[in-house]
């Protein structure tokens, strides 16, 4: 349950890093995207950092990168690192997985 789910968001310049933290679900996932539309008009690359994710659970996938695809309407650069980073991957070409 996203009950158990914290995003920590450091700014840094002109990039914004998300750690996310606890189980990811569809609540998760809706707050990830909440924090994104904030930063995506005011900087230029956003982390996200998927190495403190507990566990992926159902959640609808295509629903999270529409509304990403959405919000950033920039194309800035969203980087995703850790062990989720490729399977919250929105498979566009402003987004990238990095190990």
Avoid: W
């Amino acid at each position: 349950m996203a009950e158990k789910f914290q995003i920590l968001v450091h700014r840094n310049g002109e990039s914004v890093h998300l750690k996310l933290r606890g189980d990811f679900d569809d609540r998760a996932a809706s707050k990830v995207t909440d924090v994104l539309s904030q930063y995506c008009q005011i900087i230029s690359r956003i982390f996200i950092h998927t190495e403190t994710i507990d566990r992926l659970l159902d959640y609808d996938h295509e629903k999270f990168k529409r509304k990403i695809q959405t919000i950033n309407s920039r194309s800035i650069p969203i980087l995703l690192t850790g062990k989720y980073g490729q399977k919250l991957s929105t498979d566009r070409g402003n987004s990238f997985c990095l190990r």
